[in-house]
């Protein structure tokens, strides 16, 4: 709860430093908030609930504020200096990422269809606005307005579900939904069933969830690269919590109804993301489909209804978010060298920048699935989940899509080690290479050490 | 103390690191070779002190476990490590003598550009070893099982800008995959009947299985296929004398002392497993003798001298499974430890010899080095004694041991065991004869340049020689008074297979028979140690050039029987045909098509899937209703 | 509240929701959409209403606020990016802005 406080603050002050032009400033004093915080839940847990059981830090709470900041800090760090080349000057920049991460924070602590409500339109407001930075360009523009208009129109559909549920148990809050819920006798109500399925319609389209998906291709390419970093990792993880917190405990009784609906929604983006994607030429718009179908692997989580199912979508949304702000960055650099939004920017990577070149793929072999990275880890723990729970063919589909996948990211990773003279040396700064060091060797120790994130 | 084993693979590995990514830009040739020995050193410290500990304990075996490495669903995998008779013994000889053979390399190598790259490999393949047996369950040994394959091929092609060491590198590595396969088969058929990796498991539940079990004895023979290439048996042993293409101290350290050893250690890790199979335990030993045989006829007439230690290595090795296989496992370790002190200190004079002679690995072209090489001589003549079972050195004690178990197993067993035991001490004073003795018969630079080694190198032969001659002490039989202290030693390991076998238990032999045989080995020894010294000292005789037909039987033992030649027709020749049939019918006609088809049809239903996306937000929208109603349809129809 | 049954209130929130969505499917000026977008958000306050007081319980009433809340936001961020669509473009016809595809 202090961490809202503390980040709108932070988000607050931003702008009125803004207003003052200390440019500098701002960015010390979020990187120093960010660390502190950083630290603060590291060593002390969260606890208790806050008005009135609206807002609730339990056990499942705290890993995920763990990863929520501890993302932030990392893109902080990779993007700070993001500043001065785009139309969006620094405090505005800063003091919306502040506000998104509240948005994050509050989805994460929510334990009432409001607070989730609340959290999640805080998180899609703030994105419609600076998914518009560069202003000049304008994929930027189209890139804000189209997810502008889905968005809102997905927040009704979503309302209405939570209109629906409302209507049935008469609360908001999840633990009542869940005991009001298993007094309902199956098929009884079709409120329910139709309140449930809006809802998950309406967080599939935050998931980028098939046939809810249309948004992501367009808004992560055209949003500027550092939004879409943001984008990719924090917002998809708090999502993904959210789903969890729904559909794992609040609806986990009513299970039968909407599990088969969740089984198609899979299949499809699984299928969807990982296919589409092979014909890309445009690196962001590559890993938005790849983001389509990551998001749908987490799913598969969902449906398993199972405290360990919590650790895996957990494990698996770190992984992916640490290779994906790897990449991002890597590519934030290439785009920096003027090159157009393509795949083609990575050609020849290997030659002068070897070590991006290197951390890049450690960073894909992630993404791919592939040992020892921790994406492997992840995968394997989600795949054998639902395995046990006896999803078979899905496993199957997901696999063999998997497998499909492998393709477009190895592409890159051969396209990078092409000897071809084409990206002259990058400089990098410090602060970069450091965090994307840490990362990426973090990808590497979760996957020696998968029992290690708990 | 125990606790702390995790230091010993990886301080190694530490040096690997080090060594690797820093050793060649940054760090002095002194920072490398203080962190690639230091390393070592410090593993050997904390296993000896751990072993101290773990004798004054008087527990039987200690399990460490560090951490969770993996645990999916009912599926555990923690990362252990086993401190136990065995796992001190292994580990006390590898870091012990890998430390003695680091501080020779560091002579050896001295001159070479990729200094850092040799230490850093040594580490690396330090490290997977240690990893192998120290690990508590399958998955890590089999983990550093691999380990030591890749260091291995690392090591033997090191000198890589000669493609013919290369393919050397190549070949082990090829060979050893191909035993791999049948490890990690074993391996899986273990995790099915046993439900676990872990040895503590696995051996306790086996001890509720009859003898003779169908399932064991599968696990048991897919075990020793892994073993039999890494350790070198037949069929999979050809690629260890091609091994000797890497630089002498790796012949040292891999191919004498440890690496060779892994699938012997295997073996005697799972003794209960092999207990309960008595069908795979004659296979072994079969082998084992065959093995031995067959390596000790072909060195026979080898010129190289590293080539008769390598088809000396084997021969002995050879010996090792034997014992293992008449279940003298006890027996086959102490073998192991003296051969690994006298075989590496073999190895190191070698290289103290190769070095001296300017890179002349030809015994033909040596003689008379006596003088010029005392300390190498009387090191040299101090293992050919071990070697050759003279007492009271090392290597009589262990040969003995196992000499005694073969005759209580089969008389014709022990007769060709004695037969090998003579050929090993013919071929080997053959060796120091030709070497050491009569006139040189290099070219005048050669003798220009004959040198004894600097000290670096010629301190750990002697020390190693000193091990030589007094680490048979450990296991004096009773028969002389001894109290057998490694015999007891391992014991904790070995007891519940020899309560398995203890049906089959033959009679243990009297004193009177095990004079017997001691004295009948003894003497038939000195005797074919006297032949070689008639033949290639008094007479004179030295081995011809290759030009000169040779006899029969002399062409079977100098072309290594053929044996490389019969895998290339019957196995190579053959594969290439069937490679070249399954490539163009097969492969690029169907499988091709077929496998490209799909790729094609993907990346058009990717083209077009694509198409999906068509910009527009209405159109966008529209799919999200539809979905939507899709969704709802199909549950309330449904 | 006794007179009118809640099926009515399902019904009325049901067929505007319904005409917001064919507004917004249907429509391709921008503002038009963001007017149906609202008309469907209104049509889900009322039926929450609706609920609430039929259940007598007002959290419904409250969440009421907050959505009103919301959208009123949404709705200064939404007219905003149009007006800087339009500014660029010049056009608010949502099918001419398709430069990303495939």
Redesign the interface.
């Known amino acids: 709860m202090n961490y809202i406080y503390i980040f709108t603050g932070l988000g607050v002050v931003s702008l009125f430093l803004g207003l003052l032009e200390k440019e500098k400033l701002i960015k010390y004093l979020t990187g120093f908030v960010l660390l502190i915080s950083l630290g603060i839940i590291f060593t002390l847990d969260e606890k208790g609930s806050y008005f009135n059981q609206m807002l609730l830090a339990d056990d499942l709470v705290n890993p995920m504020l763990k990863v929520l900041l501890f993302l932030g800090l990392c893109h902080f760090i990779l993007f700070y200096n993001t500043g001065e080349e785009f139309k969006l000057p620094t405090a505005e920049y800063t003091a919306l990422f502040c506000f998104i991460l509240v948005g994050a924070i509050v989805v994460t602590l929510e334990f009432n269809?409001?607070m989730l409500?609340?959290g999640i339109?805080i998180i899609s407001?703030g994105l419609?606005?600076i998914a518009?930075g560069n202003?000049q360009d304008?994929?930027s523009?189209?890139?804000?307005?189209?997810y502008?208009?889905m968005g809102?129109?997905s927040?009704?559909?979503f309302?209405?579900g939570?209109?629906f549920i409302?209507?049935v148990t008469?609360?908001?809050l999840l633990s009542d939904i869940k005991t009001v819920s298993s007094g309902i006798p199956e098929g009884s109500s079709p409120l329910l069933l139709l309140g449930t399925l809006l809802i998950l319609s309406g967080l599939a389209f935050k998931a980028s969830a098939v046939p809810f998906h249309f948004w992501t291709?367009?808004v992560y390419?055209?949003s500027p690269t550092h939004v879409t970093a943001f984008m990719a990792t924090l917002v998809k993880a708090s999502v993904l919590f959210a789903f969890i917190r729904l559909f794992n405990q609040a609806f986990l009784v009513t299970s039968q109804t909407w599990q088969n609906s969740l089984w198609l929604i899979i299949a499809l983006t699984v299928t969807l993301g990982n296919v589409t994607a092979l014909y890309q030429t445009s690196f962001k718009?590559m890993l938005a489909y790849s983001s389509i179908a990551h998001a749908g692997y987490m799913l598969m989580g969902v449906l398993v209804p199972e405290d360990p199912s919590y650790k895996s979508i957990l494990f698996y949304a770190l992984s992916y978010s640490l290779a994906s702000l790897t990449l991002f960055g890597i590519y934030f650099l290439l785009e920096k060298k003027g090159k157009a939004d393509a795949l083609e920017s990575f050609r020849g990577l290997a030659k002068q920048n070897p070590e991006l070149a290197v951390l890049a793929a450690i960073s894909l072999s992630s993404m791919i699935g592939l040992p020892p990275a921790a994406g492997f880890f992840a995968k394997l723990n989600i795949f054998t989940q639902a395995f046990i729970n006896g999803y078979t063919l899905l496993v199957a589909i997901a696999l063999i899509t998997s497998l499909i996948g492998a393709f477009y990211y190895l592409r890159v990773i051969g396209l990078m080690f092409k000897m071809d003279n084409s990206v002259e040396k990058i400089h990098v700064g410090l602060p970069f290479r450091l965090i994307v060091w840490v990362q990426v060797i973090l990808l590497i120790v979760f996957g020696i050490f998968p029992a290690l994130i708990q | 103390m125990s606790n702390y084993i995790i230091l010993v693979p990886l301080l190694p590995l530490l040096g690997f690191l080090l060594n690797v990514f820093l050793g060649k830009k940054h760090f002095s040739k002194a920072m490398v070779t203080t962190i690639a020995l230091g390393s070592v050193a410090l593993a050997f410290l904390v296993t000896v002190i751990t072993f101290f500990e773990f004798l004054n304990s008087g527990e039987e075996s200690i399990k460490v476990t560090y951490y969770q490495f993996a645990q999916i669903g009912s599926f555990s995998l923690p990362f252990s490590l086993l401190v136990d008779p065995l796992s001190l013994l292994m580990m006390l000889v590898v870091t012990g003598v890998g430390f003695l053979i680091h501080i020779y390399a560091v002579g050896y190598m001295s001159h070479d550009v990729d200094y850092p790259r040799f230490f850093s490999y040594l580490n690396l393949f330090m490290f997977s070893m240690l990893l192998l047996v120290s690990s508590a369950n399958y998955f890590f040994l089999f983990i550093g099982w691999e380990g030591v394959g890749v260091s291995s091929f690392l090591l033997i092609g090191f000198w890589f800008k000669n493609t013919n060491f290369t393919y050397a590198g190549m070949k082990a590595m090829l060979m050893n995959r191909t035993g791999d396969l049948g490890f990690f088969a074993g391996i899986m058929l273990i995790y099915v009947v046993f439900g676990s990796l872990e040895f503590d498991k696995v051996f306790s539940r086996a001890n509720d299985f009859e003898s003779g079990t169908f399932i064991i004895t599968m696990i048991t023979i897919l075990l020793f296929i892994g073993a039999s290439a890494k350790s070198a048996q037949i069929p999979l042993y050809t690629w260890l004398p091609d091994a000797m293409a890497g630089p002498t101290p790796v012949s040292a350290l891999m191919h004498a002392a440890t690496m060779v050893t892994a699938g012997i250690y295997l073996i005697a890790r799972s003794n209960i497993l092999f207990a309960l199979a008595p069908v795979t335990l004659n296979i072994v030993a079969i082998t084992g003798l065959c093995t031995a045989l067959l390596a000790a006829f072909i060195a026979l007439s080898q010129n190289d001298i590293k080539k008769v230690l390598a088809y000396s290595t084997v021969s002995q090795l050879g010996y090792m499974c034997m014992a293992l296989g008449v279940t003298a496992f006890s027996s086959a370790m102490f073998h192991f430890m003296t051969h690994a002190f006298f075989k590496a200190l073999l190895f190191l004079c070698a290289g103290s010899i190769i070095h001296a002679m300017s890179n002349e690995q030809d015994v033909r072209n040596m003689g008379g080095l006596k003088k010029h090489l005392p300390i190498t001589f009387l090191t040299f003549l101090l293992a050919t004694l071990a070697i050759a079972g003279i007492p009271p050195l090392s290597g009589f004690f262990s040969k003995d041991e196992i000499l005694v178990h073969a005759f209580e197993y089969n008389v014709v067993f022990w007769g060709f065991a004695l037969f090998g035991a003579l050929l090993t001490s013919f071929y080997m004073f053959r060796l120091l004869f030709l070497t050491f003795y009569g006139e040189f018969r290099g070219t005048h630079e050669q003798k220009h340049h004959l040198h004894e080694s600097p000290n670096v190198m010629t301190y750990p032969l002697i020390i190693l020689a000193v091990l030589s001659a007094i680490g048979g002490f450990v296991g004096i039989p009773q028969l002389l008074g001894g109290s057998q202290k490694f015999d007891k030693f391992l014991e904790p390991v070995f007891s519940k297979a020899e309560l398995k076998l203890s049906h089959l238990e033959t009679a243990h032999l009297s004193h009177a028979t095990e004079w017997t045989l001691m004295g009948v080995s003894i003497a038939l020894i000195i005797m074919s140690i006297l032949l070689a010294r008639r033949i290639y000292f008094i007479k004179k005789i030295i081995p011809v050039s290759e030009k000169v037909k040779l006899s029969f039987w002399h062409n079977l033992s100098y072309h290594k029987f053929y044996i490389d030649e019969l895998y290339r027709y019957i196995l190579i020749r053959p594969m290439h045909f069937i490679h070249d049939f399954l490539n163009l019918r097969i492969e690029a006609g169907i499988i091709d098509r077929k496998v490209n088809g799909t790729g094609d049809a993907v990346m058009g239903f990717s083209k077009y899937l694509?198409?999906l996306?068509?910009?527009?937000?209405?159109y966008y929208?529209?799919g999200m209703?539809i979905g939507l109603v899709v969704i709802l349809a199909l549950n309330f129809i449904f | 509240m006794g007179s009118i049954s809640?099926n009515y209130y399902l019904y009325l929130?049901s067929i505007l929701?319904a005409l917001?969505?064919l507004g917004?499917?249907?429509r391709?000026n921008?503002i038009i959409?963001?007017m149906s977008?609202e008309l469907?958000?209104n049509?889900?306050n009322l039926?929450?209403v609706a609920?609430?007081a039929f259940?007598g319980?007002s959290?419904?009433q409250?969440?009421v606020f907050?959505?009103m809340l919301?959208a009123a936001?949404?709705v200064t961020?939404?007219l905003s990016?149009?007006v800087?669509?339009y500014k660029?473009?010049g056009s608010i016809d949502?099918?001419l802005?398709?430069?990303?595809?495939?």
């Open positions: 269809l409001v409500f609340l339109e407001i419609y606005i518009a202003i304008e994929k523009r189209e890139a804000s307005l189209k502008f208009l809102s129109f927040t009704g559909i309302l209405l939570i209109t409302y209507g008469g609360s908001f291709p367009d390419q055209g718009r | 694509r198409l996306q068509n910009g527009k937000t209405g929208i529209f209703v | 809640i929130s929701f917001g969505i917004v499917l249907t391709r921008a959409i963001l977008i469907m958000l049509a889900v039926l929450m609920f609430s259940m319980d959290s419904g409250i969440f907050f959505i919301v936001a949404e961020v939404g990016i149009v800087m669509i660029h473009n949502i099918n802005i398709d430069k990303m595809k495939w």
